[in-house]
């Protein structure tokens, strides 16, 4: 069974910081294990649609980040462990939205989550001003 569950949401001050992480277990459905998938952090804030936040190249070696986040937040995965980590720093409430552990199929880190097809359950971060 595929599952994804984040972990680590919470409520921080503007200028703070939080760490979000996302455990991957199962196998998807071309038989591989997530360390051999494209992932990424994707996010909803009240009223908006799911917009895209950073992607990781299966490696590790390839990241991207919505112009919205770069330079504050950094995406990293642990292939041993199955994990992948979004740290968050210099928050805006801006940022305040409910965020989401994706993985793809393909190699591309897509940023359109329609490209993803496996989803986790979404962590809360508020960010109060």
């Known amino acids: 069974q595929v599952q994804l569950v984040e972990s680590g949401g919470g409520l921080v001050q503007a200028g703070g910081s939080l760490r979000l992480s996302c455990a991957a277990s199962?196998?998807?459905?071309?038989?591989?294990?997530?360390?051999?998938?494209?992932m990424g952090w994707f996010r909803r804030a009240p009223g908006k649609e799911r917009e895209f936040v950073a992607g990781?190249?299966?490696?590790?070696?390839?990241?991207y980040y919505s112009d919205s986040v770069k330079g504050r937040f950094t995406i990293s995965r642990d292939n041993a462990k199955n994990t992948m980590s979004l740290q968050m720093n210099s928050l805006k409430p801006d940022d305040t939205a409910v965020y989401y552990c994706?993985?793809?199929?393909?190699?591309?880190?897509?940023?359109?989550?329609?490209?993803?097809?496996?989803w986790g359950q979404g962590t809360q971060v508020t960010v109060s001003s």
């Open positions: 199962g196998r998807t459905f071309t038989g591989r294990t997530f360390s051999t998938h494209t």
């Open positions: 990781i190249s299966w490696t590790g070696g390839n990241t």
């Open positions: 994706a993985a793809t199929d393909s190699v591309t880190i897509f940023t359109t989550a329609a490209r993803y097809q496996y």
